[in-house]
């Protein structure tokens, strides 16, 4: 069973910026696929970004130049630096993990722009 807290959401001005923190209870080296999603009120959750062993990066349009995704296997962490922000940018951003052919979510962290 792997375990995902989520962690760095809030309420920034459009424009900001921030950094979006996902721990791991296992060690990522052997998970080869790890992303991030999203869900605005009212809509289907989102892939916003995924890496795919800690080379192949993916993003949606809509957040391409803006945000970066990255891991760290020293500390069993997925990150999403979150730079110019836009109010639509708002919604539940939850951290996905597929593990030995199983999807894990995280509980997910709120990010709020404001205009």
């Known amino acids: 069973q792997v375990q995902l807290v989520e962690s760095g959401g809030g309420l920034v001005q459009a424009g900001g910026s921030l950094r979006l923190s996902c721990t791991v209870s296992?060690?990522?080296?052997?998970?080869?696929?790890m992303a991030w999603y999203r869900q605005a009120p009212g809509k289907q959750r989102e892939l916003v970004a995924s890496?795919?062993?800690?080379?192949?990066?993916n993003y949606a349009d809509s957040v391409k130049g803006r945000f970066t995704i990255s891991r760290d296997t020293a500390e069993n962490a997925l990150y999403l630096q979150m730079n110019s922000l836009k109010p639509e940018d708002t919604g539940v951003y939850y951290c996905?993990?597929?593990?030995?052919?199983?999807?894990?979510w995280g509980q997910g962290t709120q990010v709020t722009v404001s205009s």
């Open positions: 996905n993990v597929v593990h030995l052919f199983n999807n894990y």
């Open positions: 296992v060690n990522i080296f052997s998970i080869n696929t």
């Open positions: 890496i795919i062993s800690s080379r192949t990066t």
